[in-house]
């Protein structure tokens, strides 16, 4: 009795475990085909998925995808580390598929250090992105770029689709540069109207400067936040790394230096997502504080004032070339 009684446990022990195999396989299917769908629109955002996967199924399919994440961002040494994991750290047979994509494209790269590096300074527009080399960004990175000899496209797309881009020529050996690209500010043209007359107008319960003044400098705030999750994705990406790095290594100093490393990256992505959770609360206070002076302006009484215009008024006007000068006068 006591045997079946075993036997029947063991088996729906088993029976158990199969079953949760099986929903963690599908989990995995899931969040792999999400982080790579996710490389056709932002590729800072399937690093950061990748780097989640790892953490919980590590293996040679994530290796290689980071692999091609990183390469695909023009990121090569971070590239060349997870493309040698999947060739030494599991043991996989040379006949094994992911193991020859590893070694292939581990070969395109393997020069890469003497490519030219540069640093791109990318002032992309809210709602919009960038593109290097095809690759879609929400965000260039604050590190140098490896670039392959020959000539490259950068490209900012603004939330409407408009486009401007810069080419970047380079060769392997030479010096590290810096390439810049933002939308030219824009001119607005202010058509300035004066009323040579006695004036009667309506007094507003709170100044338009000061309620649509809040609600500006908060979205700015805002999405100055929102910036900030960027670079504290790019903290985490650093922090995984040095994880990963005092993971593997078989010094002990070097292992002291990667964790120290990756405690300071650590505190980085605290402090980041300190500074970006404040940054939207406060210009989440300012709109909505703007939006409540907004309504009850428009509700109450307005005050009427008459104002007299005497002699000779002077006034500037912006255009898109300068400044126009314009005089009025009652009669």
Known sequence: MHVKWLTIGFA???????VAQAQDMEEFKTRMGTAAAATKVDMNEALRQYLEIR?????????YSLG????????????????????????????????????????????????QKVMVECSVPV????????????ECWD?????????HVIELVDKDGKKIEKKVTTKSGEEQKTV??????????????????????????????LYWGLIAGGAAIVAVGGFMNGYAGEAKVSEQKFADLHAISTSEKNREYFAKRRDEAHDDVKARNIAMYSLIGVGSAAVVTG???????????????EKKDDGVKAYFSPTADGLALGLGMNF
């Open 127 to 138: 709602g919009g992105h960038a593109v290097i080399d095809g690759e879609q960004l929400s």
């Open 180 to 209: 810049a690209i933002a939308f030219p500010a824009k001119v607005k043209e202010v058509e300035k109207v004066v009323e040579i007359e006695n004036v009667v107008f309506e007094k507003e319960k709170f100044h338009p400067a």
């Open 12 to 18: 729906s022990l088993m029976a158990f475990s199969a």
């Open 55 to 63: 953490i919980q199924y590590a293996g040679p399919e994530v290796d």
């Open 68 to 115: 091609r994440a990183y390469q695909r961002m023009n990121q090569c040494s971070e590239a060349q580390y997870y493309f040698t994991q999947v060739m030494v750290a599991y043991d996989l047979p040379e006949t094994n598929p992911i193991y020859k994509r590893a070694v292939n494209a581990y070969d395109e790269i393997a020069d890469c250090e003497s490519w």
């Open 291 to 305: 939006v409540a002076l907004a309504i009850v302006s428009a509700v109450s009484d307005k005050e009427h004032i």
């Open 143 to 151: 590190r140098a770029y490896s670039f392959k000899d020959g000539e």
